[in-house]
């Protein structure tokens, strides 16, 4: 089992930047899928950047070019360089790590752009 937990969110204005991290407790050997997703009131939960095992990485297309996934050098945490933040972003963000027996998900951390 991996267990996570996010943290970095916050209120920012427009334009303004905020990285999230997420740390990985547990099985972390078994991770070969991180992600992060986001869930705006009112709204879905939604696919926002991935990274797989080979370092490959996958943007939903509103945050590609502000937005950057990355892993610790520890390897047992996540990372989301998020800039030029806009209003839109504004959401509950989560990580996510799947392994060959399951996702596990954080509990989530709060972003607000707002002026």
């Known amino acids: 089992q991996v267990q996570l937990v996010e943290s970095g969110g916050g209120l920012v204005q427009p334009g303004g930047s905020l990285r999230l991290s997420c740390a990985a407790s547990?099985?972390?050997?078994?991770?070969?899928?991180w992600a992060w997703y986001r869930q705006a009131p009112g709204q879905e939960r939604e696919f926002v950047a991935g990274?797989?095992?080979?370092?490959?990485?996958k943007y939903v297309d509103s945050v590609k070019g502000r937005f950057t996934i990355s892993r610790g050098a520890a390897r047992n945490n996540l990372y989301l360089q998020m800039n030029s933040l806009l209003p839109e972003d504004t959401a509950v963000y989560y990580c996510?790590?799947?392994?060959?027996?399951?996702?596990?998900w954080g509990q989530g951390t709060q972003v607000t752009v707002s002026s």
């Open positions: 547990g099985s972390i050997y078994s991770i070969n899928h």
């Open positions: 996510k790590a799947i392994t060959a027996w399951g996702a596990s």
């Open positions: 990274l797989i095992a080979n370092g490959s990485t």
